[in-house]
């Protein structure tokens, strides 16, 4: 991108001569709203309102990832509105753009391979002339390209229907008061995913970059988004070791103390590992995490997931209204995790044959559940009651200890699917 073109996406100094994509932007509209109040738990105390106090020298629209990264760093501590126009490639040339001098595939896989190296030590002290030392070089130059750090009171909005980002991971850590919505966000492909041969029995490989991570922020509202795999879903990855490449982590991750997000209205599809709530049940991230992650997530559809919709440790969560679909390879919904305190509430689940309703529960640690009017392929169910019966060995406790009370429309049961098909996801503001 040119210099005078960076200079302006920077500044957001308007210019006759200035291009479109890079003046600008003065007609409020969506990119002024805020969150409504009582919309979950994001309307907690002072609400969230992103950048919609933003001046005009402080609204831009994007067209390319240079412009939308100058954007957020342009301004200080002032409000801002970022405008996405088109779909914007985040994930650079190539991978072999972001390899280091030195850096072989082919001879990571001929050291690493459990035949030579065994599977009982993890590669993290290997030194840096290593493969593995190459391998993690490699992948700091592509972290530095792919994130884009989101500041305070900051709103981005996709405008029209086709607004998103291929490839982007983005950070919105240790900050408070961001929106983000109606885009759609093509999941990050790692290119140097880490084997770890101690990762379970028979080892695995591990990916970074979640499409967004919510990492100790505070008022954070996601609302009208899709989240996929795309063009590059996990059946197109090949596999090493006898194990799938996994090149894909979470498509939105709240983790760090993070706290009041709401999730509403947004798409998450074709993903395994699709969102985290809380990343460890270490004593350290207890001592972060305890009294935080309070998330709500309503209105969304939750399609052709495998897995963590959402997994959930320490937080309040209210899921209320949300239509999960369940396709092939599906393993569960809810993921009741350490001292979590789910509420999940008036939802729909369409499962296929073979899928029985006592799989949406998962239980990975003890911690109660509340999970009342529910319906599954159209027939009220309980769902806590369909797990004990249906999945041996894992009992849960009715009874989260707490009532929701951020809530605004709560649809019946029955029209969720209806409603949410219709209306969730980019491009489908109802």
Known sequence: MG?????????????????????????????????????????????????????????????????????????????????????????????????????????????????????????????????????????????????????????????????????????????????????????????????????????NWNSEYDSAVVYGSTHVWMDHNTFTDGEHPDSTLPSYYGRIYQQHDGELDIVKGADHVTASWNVFEDHDKTILIGNSDSASTAAVDRGHLKVTFHHNLFRNLVERAPRVRFGQVDSYNNHFVAGEGYSYSYGIGMESQLVAEHNAFTLPAGVRAGAVLKKWKEAPVTAGDNYVNGEPT?????????????????????????????DRPQAVPGIVDHCAGAGHLC
């Not at 001929?110 to 002339?129: H, I, Q, S």
């Not at 391998?135 to 989101?150: C, E, G, L, P």
């Open 382 to 410: 309980d769902l806590i009651a369909v797990h004990n019966a249906q999945v041996p060995g894992e009992i849960l406790r009715s009874g989260a200890d707490w009532t929701p009370v951020l809530r605004t429309r709560v």
């Open 3 to 203: 210099g005078t073109a960076l200079a302006l996406a920077v500044t957001g100094t308007a210019s006759a001569s200035a291009p479109a994509s890079v003046r600008p932007a003065h007609r409020a509209g969506l990119d002024r709203q805020v969150l409504p109040a009582k919309d979950g738990w994001a309307a907690y105390g002072t609400g969230t309102t992103g950048g919609a106090a933003a001046d005009s020298a402080h609204v831009y629209t994007v067209t390319t990832w240079e412009q939308f990264k100058a954007a957020l760093a342009d301004g200080g501590s002032a409000p801002r509105i970022v405008r996405v126009k088109g779909m914007i490639d985040a994930d650079g040339p190539d991978c072999a753009s972001f390899a280091v001098p030195g850096y072989d595939f082919d001879a990571y896989l001929k050291t690493y391979d459990p035949a030579v190296w065994g599977r009982t030590e993890n590669l993290d002290a290997e030194p840096d002339d290593s493969p593995e030392g190459l391998r993690r070089a490699s992948a700091a130059n592509q972290d530095a390209f792919i994130k884009a750090t989101v500041p305070a009171d900051t709103t981005i909005v996709g405008i029209g229907r086709d607004a998103g980002f291929k490839g982007a991971s983005l950070q919105i850590k240790g900050v408070d008061n961001v929106i983000v919505r109606n885009l759609t966000f093509e999941s990050p492909l790692d290119c140097f995913p880490q084997w770890d041969p101690t990762d379970t029995a028979d080892g």
